[in-house]
């Protein structure tokens, strides 16, 4: 077997790459469905205490291999004119709670007053993951009133948004008073990225089939339908993701790094098979097939996403068409890489990544066991190295960005900063509006070639750490260029603050790795996705054969 | 008192240390020190204010004092308080040679902060000096490095909160008409 080189960070790290970011098997939505329909799993509705419009509380209990855990959610009256996307909204048609273990009556009544406040409320480390969605209006009411007249919905319609509530937040890790991640990263089921946050959002997508069929049997006891299996595995939860998600691939540079290498090395693996068998050419066809079903559905009012998928759409076409000639060749899969590396877009070519993986879980899968990331041991600087050695390491880590010139104002037009109103990300126009002296730390490529030359100043054989005493402004400069000297996929490869950045490109590359479809940028900085969508339903798990997903 | 998860102690010091004056290197050394001080001590929240209202009056050590701690030389204090950050990075950066060890540091401000610093490494404060404004320490070699605690909370009260968080109100940018209209991006109502 020839083994096949990881592509390199120069072209996995670009931006416009990151923006055509498809997912894999190995994304965490993924991950969380193989582990619970190999453990199976079971859900169990504790609590569904609604009223005929569908308001009031419901507990949905998901008994794992070794503990319990349960979605607390709460379905409230809204004005219309409060419904927003936004994640600083002050109310929401539905909140939750990602409950550890199964909550008592006083317990339910304590999260009653606090989930409807979000950010308002206080919780304890009883709360794993804490989340509030909306409804998408006129579907949910459309899908409602069919049902309750004893119709199934159009399905076109239904698919062509995907989901019926859509979320806004999903917060873990410690805000608010919740359960820090430290308390359950040593618990198997939850140890991998994202594993409590998907569970609670593969809960809610449970919860917002139960609601709508219940609504739809309140308004019609004698004649409503429930929503058709087919159509309940069709739905997804909705997602509305904007710039506060932007900086978390900046912020976790040796996470952002392990994302990166599974799916790269799971790619050079399937690249160096010697063969495509028969029973992973069938799974290729299928994916495919389904992959072409979705991008016929995948609309997108944004002119550089439409655009992209039309072009994803004719490369799957020409895909298809030659498929057989390269699944013959000598290693058929770097063959098949390789035309789409000639011919395709860059939304065709990651759709191949995604599509070349699904066959072969038996070969990438344990990947998955190391997207996680534990990001003290990155923390510690070495301070006995020299200077020399540290600007060296510099010039050749950030070669790329030495075709940057930020003298030039459309290289440095941007600066991220924290809004005191909001107390979220943001991205001012520097030679437009004050506070760029609060500047984050975000502009790596800048900083990078700031230290570098800074550096130059100092005698070659002086160390860093005696550098660092004198300037202490580089600390957090000179540790991130560390860490992207030991770990080649931690940075992004472009300017973080230059006039043309699209800050959805980050938001998708990460989502992507959430399992997210159905990219739907509504601006250059937000964008709505769908989770989950054709996915198992989490009540299914426990009695579904073999392994799924 | 408000019960915070570490996570919350964390990003509050850092931002607080920040916007004290700290480097944003700095700043996120401390937000980790921080955390472990939580774990342990009630006054975690208090010992960051102090830190946060003195930064301005600790001295970094100066490399003439930093090469003596590293020949094994006996110290000599300086007038104004050692900053307990500055000198524990100075320390993480370049540890001293086990023939340096143990090394009295003389005058050092806030030597909690000196002591959570080092709590990771394979140095530590032989008798910590709990809450001190000013004290001697002496650095020892520490066989086992700790691993962080779980299953703690960084219980905090109103008054400390509230100072703590107009220093971290100081790395916040005020909005303008225009940054308001342009927001995260997001739709103002939802009607779809």
């Keep these: 077997m020839t083994a096949i080189a990881l592509r390199p960070p120069e072209v996995v790290m670009c931006l416009e790459r990151l923006g055509a970011a498809h997912p894999t098997r190995l994304s965490f939505l993924r991950q969380l469905i193989r582990r619970a329909t190999r453990e199976k799993w079971r859900v169990r509705k504790h609590l569904f205490d609604l009223n005929d419009n569908g308001f009031g509380r419901a507990v949905y209990a998901v008994e794992t291999s070794a503990r319990t855990y349960s979605l607390v959610a709460f379905s409230t009256p809204l004005d219309d004119e409060k419904r927003s996307d936004r994640v600083i909204a002050q109310a929401w048609d539905t909140s939750y709670v990602l409950y550890d273990g199964l909550p008592d009556a006083a317990e339910i009544a304590r999260l009653e007053a606090n989930a409807p406040l979000q950010e308002a409320g206080r919780y304890t480390r009883s709360e794993l993951v804490l989340a509030r969605a909306n409804k998408s209006v006129r579907l949910f009411e459309d899908v409602a009133s069919a049902l309750a007249r004893g119709q199934q919905p159009d399905e076109e319609q239904l698919l062509g948004v995907g989901y019926l509530l859509r979320t806004t937040a999903v917060y873990g890790n410690g805000k608010f008073g919740i359960a820090d991640r430290d308390e359950i990263a040593a618990r198997p089921e939850l140890a991998g990225s994202f594993q409590a946050e998907m569970l609670t959002v593969w809960l809610i997508r449970s919860f917002t089939l139960d609601l709508v069929d219940h609504i739809a049997r309140c308004r019609n006891p004698a004649g409503a339908v429930r929503l058709a299996p087919q159509l309940r595995r069709a739905l997804g939860v909705g997602n509305a993701t904007g710039l506060g998600m932007a900086p978390f691939l900046v912020r976790h540079p040796l996470l952002t790094h392990n994302w990166f290498l599974a799916r790269e090395t799971a790619l050079a693996r399937v690249r160096a098979e010697p063969e495509a068998g028969e029973a992973e050419r069938k799974i290729f066809e299928q994916a495919l097939a389904d992959l072409a079903q979705r991008v016929a559905r995948w609309h997108s009012d944004d002119d550089r996403q439409a655009a992209a998928t039309r072009s994803l759409a004719a490369d799957l076409d020409r895909l298809a068409e030659n498929l057989d000639r390269l699944l013959a060749k000598p290693q058929p899969w770097d063959a098949l890489y390789r035309f789409a590396e000639e011919h395709f877009s860059l939304e065709g070519q990651e759709a191949c990544v995604s599509l070349m993986l699904e066959p072969h879980g038996a070969l990438v899968d344990e990947l998955g066991d190391i997207m996680k990331a534990d990001e003290t041991p990155g923390h510690a600087i070495d301070g006995g190295m020299d200077c020399a050695s540290l600007r060296q390491a510099l010039l050749d880590c950030y070669s790329w960005a030495r075709a940057i010139d930020f003298a030039q104002p459309a290289a440095n037009a941007r600066f991220w900063y924290v809004s005191a109103e909001k107390l979220e990300p943001r991205l001012g126009e520097r030679f437009e509006e004050d506070g760029a002296e609060l500047e984050q730390p975000l502009a790596t490529a800048r900083d990078a070639l700031s230290l570098a030359a800074a550096l130059a100043q100092e005698p070659a054989p002086a160390s860093v750490a005696d550098f660092l005493l004198r300037r202490p402004e580089w600390r957090h400069a000179v540790r991130r260029a560390q860490i992207v000297a030991k770990f080649p996929y931690a940075e992004i490869h472009d300017n973080l603050i230059g006039a043309e950045l699209r800050p959805v490109d980050i938001l998708r590359a990460k989502l992507a790795f959430f399992g997210a479809r159905s990219f739907d940028p509504r601006s250059d900085r937000w964008l709505r996705i769908a989770l989950f969508s054709g996915e198992p339903l989490i009540e299914d798990v426990a009695t579904m054969a073999g392994e799924a997903a | ?192």
Aim: charged share 25%; aromatic share 4%.
């Design chain 2, 1 to 192: 008192m408000i019960d915070l998860s570490l996570n919350e102690v964390e990003t509050l010091c850092a931002k607080a240390a920040r916007g004290a004056g700290f480097s944003w290197g700095l700043a996120e050394d401390i937000g980790r020190a921080a955390r472990r001080i939580a774990v342990e001590d009630e006054n975690w929240g208090m010992a960051m204010l102090c830190l946060a209202e003195n930064a301005q009056s600790l001295t970094a050590p100066d490399p003439a004092r930093a090469a003596r701690w590293r020949k094994g030389e006996a110290d000599k204090p300086a007038q104004t308080p050692l900053c307990p950050i500055r000198t524990a990075a100075l320390l993480l950066d370049a540890p001293l040679p086990a023939s340096a060890l143990p090394l009295a540091i003389l005058g050092v401000g806030l030597p909690v902060w000196l002591d959570a610093m080092l709590r990771r490494s394979a140095m530590r404060v032989a008798r910590p000096a709990g809450l001190a404004k000013r004290a001697d320490v002496v650095i020892e070699h520490r066989a086992e490095i700790e691993r962080p605690a779980t299953g703690r909370r960084g219980a905090i009260d109103e008054r400390t909160l509230a100072a703590l968080n107009s220093f971290a109100a100081r790395t916040y940018v005020p909005e303008s008409e225009r940054s308001r209209m342009r927001g995260a991006g997001g739709g103002r109502v939802d009607d779809e």
